[in-house]
């Protein structure tokens, strides 16, 4: 089965929602457990048994398990693996981008025979969308896929991802138009392999800027749900015919809940109803 096929059917039978795992020192302090990969283990497999068949899927940050070195990434390795024995879908946010032969590095790691390798990561188009191919043949021949960033969460996006062609189209517009040029391949599927970062805080800038989310045919993870403010309306006004795609992120607003695991499933549970509601599912 495509990564598309996979991701519509977790999105229909358990909402919208993708819990970010983000274990964050001070949410480690927060729970009780000490800043070390052994911490962040802890954290982890937790946030997984409290989630894990619950919700469409995990979005473990990448940084946050480097940060520990090797020992780290081995954590992140076992989240990876722990996430496929609990059938829940995992989305490493790796956020990578290179020259296209160095890209192939990459994609070994996180999209091929590689303990890294989830059912996504998400890339940087910085180096241009072309650079991006690699990942993305290898997502496809993988049954895998990429989310690359278009319109990101953080307000500093903007004086990037705004900014116009001799055209007129905007750089988040193009990053769209290349996504939706190779996921039209896929149109028997309910989504193509190549998603898209649209963060649910960008207010109308795909509006303003023009850009096609609905035409994209393809996934749109919308981070910025809880801690950076988004919540139902915004999910609303940002996405409006696109909100069937959206897969919505949210990660120190679930978070919070711990350590105890029934309350961080609760929380799980009320964010993917309220985000369900929001979205028209
Ligand atoms: O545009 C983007 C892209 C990625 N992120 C990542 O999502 C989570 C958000 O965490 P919260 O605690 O829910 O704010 C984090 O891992 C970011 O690196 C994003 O926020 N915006």
């Known amino acids: 089965m495509t990564f598309g096929s996979r991701l519509a059917a977790a999105m229909d039978a358990r909402g919208p929602l993708c819990v970010g795992i983000d274990p964050h020192a001070s949410l480690l302090d927060a729970w009780g457990l000490p800043d070390t990969a052994d911490g962040v283990a802890a954290f982890s497999l937790a946030v997984l048994r409290a989630?894990?068949?619950?919700?469409?899927?995990?979005?473990?940050?990448?940084?946050?398990?480097?940060?520990?070195?090797?020992?780290?990434?081995?954590?992140?390795?076992?989240?990876?693996?722990?996430?496929?024995?609990?059938?829940?879908?995992?989305?490493?946010?790796?956020?990578?981008?290179?020259?296209?032969?160095?890209?192939?590095?990459?994609?070994?790691?996180?999209?091929?025979?590689?303990?890294?390798?989830?059912?996504?990561?998400?890339?940087?188009?910085?180096?241009g969308f072309g650079s991006l191919r690699p990942a993305i043949d290898q997502a496809i021949a993988a049954g895998r896929g990429v989310f690359v960033l278009a319109l990101t969460s953080n307000p500093e996006g903007a004086s990037v991802q705004h900014a116009r062609n001799a055209d007129g189209v905007s750089v988040a517009g193009e990053i769209a138009r290349s996504a939706g040029e190779i996921n039209s391949s896929f149109a028997d599927e309910p989504f193509g392999p190549v998603g898209l970062v649209v963060g649910a805080t960008i207010g109308d800038a795909a509006v303003r800027l023009g850009v096609d989310l609905a035409g994209v045919h393809g996934p749109l993870l919308a981070p910025g749900v809880g801690s950076q403010g988004a919540g139902p309306a915004e999910l609303q006004s940002v996405f409006g015919e696109a909100r069937r795609a959206v897969l919505a992120s949210s990660s120190r607003g679930i978070l919070r809940a711990g350590p105890n695991e029934s309350s961080l499933r609760s929380a799980a549970l009320r964010s993917s109803e309220e985000v369900a509601r929001a979205l028209g599912r």
């Open 51 to 127: 989630v894990g068949g619950l919700v469409a899927a995990v979005k473990p940050q990448s940084a946050l398990f480097e940060r520990h070195g090797s020992r780290g990434v081995a954590v992140l390795e076992e989240v990876v693996a722990t996430a496929r024995d609990l059938d829940t879908l995992c989305i490493v946010d790796a956020k990578r981008g290179d020259i296209g032969s160095t890209m192939a590095g990459y994609a070994d790691a996180y999209l091929g025979d590689s303990p890294l390798a989830g059912d996504a990561v998400t890339l940087s188009p910085f180096l």
